[in-house]
């Protein structure tokens, strides 16, 4: 196996790896166990397991760790490169247009409209994740405690979330 065979399959991969790193799981398994053979099954499922408990992008952990059982520390770094290099590129094309394009009046805008799609996008993630989240009137109310206390005195939410555990467990 080559560092270039390596490289490009882990472009291809971070080329293609829309939706996350959970989206993407079965592309690297079609490619790292199916077509190369670079690890079993059960390799692969130790690798998944690594990456969810390791910082980071779990497609980052695993080229990581796939690159350096493959071929050690270089291996490790030629497929961590690989798998970011796409969007590194989208990114950069991103910025390079958008600092280009920022002052005209039509760019800025289409950027006006976007603030309101991703404060709409935000609200929705709000309603569907607060959906599940209160399970009665207390949750409710040890929200809007936590929401007022924090708003009123800015207190760190780490602290507020710490308290909001602690009320839930005298009071709850």
Not at 61 to 78: D, E, H, K, M, P
Not at 93 to 101: E, G
Not at 143 to 169: C, D, E, T
Request: aromatic share 14%; proline share 3%.
């Amino acid at each position: 196996m080559s560092m270039l065979t390596m490289f490009a399959t882990f472009v291809k991969i971070g080329l293609f790896s829309f939706g996350g790193g959970y989206a993407i799981l079965a592309m690297i398994q079609q490619e790292v166990v199916t077509r190369h053979g670079w690890l079993t099954a059960s390799e692969f499922t130790d690798v998944v397991a690594i990456s969810q408990m390791t910082p980071g992008p779990i497609a980052i952990n695993a080229a990581t760790f796939i690159g350096y059982q493959q071929a050690g520390i270089w291996g490790s770094l030629v497929c961590t490169f690989g798998v970011i290099l796409p969007s590194l590129i989208l990114m950069l094309v991103i910025t390079l247009t958008y600092l280009k394009l920022r002052k005209l009046p039509w760019f800025k805008n289409i950027f006006q409209k976007l603030r309101w799609v991703t404060l709409g996008l935000i609200g929705a993630a709000v309603i569907l994740i607060g959906k599940g989240s209160f399970d009665g009137l207390f949750s409710v109310l040890v929200f809007l405690a936590s929401l007022a206390v924090y708003w009123r005195f800015k207190v760190n939410p780490i602290h507020l979330m710490l308290g909001a555990a602690v009320v839930g467990m005298i009071f709850g």
